[in-house]
């Protein structure tokens, strides 16, 4: 595959002073059972972050609660400063963990849609890395493989000019071969004033590319470091230290 593709110069968008994402003590509560215990951490710009932790753990429901797709129970979570609500919302660019276009729609027709819907929405970059990877835009979605629908849907949140990415699992689905291509193409095309929050259980493929990591267990943050302290803490790679950690 040829290398990711380069954007064209367009303004990073502004912000700020405040940090791109600060959570505190952020809960969340489904009955008697404790998603995310008061959750507290800051993101700075221009950072990869890895959300890691077994099944359970509450990555998703973490992601949800920053997304403003779940309320919490607790605590809140600004954008730049802001608290929950249509403006910050608006920074935020979202891949859910499971596809959520009719099986009807064509990709081009996903393509539209994102331009209606999304301001900072570039088309010429999310029909390059659609050709790149060899995503075919007049076919529906329901005639694509489940990893390609992946890729559709990466491609689409990776072309807006967010400030955060919040990514849940974007290449679970995703052929080995093409994993080191799409991770490239996720890097190279966000801002560097921007910050990525990546959920995975695919921490060797990942771990590479990440500038820091938030490791979850049991709804509680055990570990929030670097893969290079680790290493050097350890002799690990991160990926060594998490299947040592949490191994059955």
Known sequence: MDQAYAPPTVPAP???LAPVLDCRSLTKRYGSVNA???VTFTIPR???VGLL???GSGKTTLIKLIAGLLQPTAGSAYILGEEPGASPKARVSYLPERPYFSPSMKVTDTLSFFADFYADFDRRLAEDMLLRLSVPTTATMGALSKGTKEKVQLVLVMARRAALYLLDEPIGGVDPA??????GTIIANYHRDSTILVS???VSDVEHALDDFILLQYGNIAMYSSPQLVYQQTGRSLDQYFREAYRC
């Open 14 to 16: 502004d912000l700020g």
């Open 200 to 202: 995975t259980h695919l």
């Open 46 to 48: 221009g950072r990869v």
């Open 178 to 183: 093409a994993r080191d291509f799409i991770l």
């Open 53 to 55: 932790g077994p099944n």
């Open 36 to 38: 995310l215990n008061a």
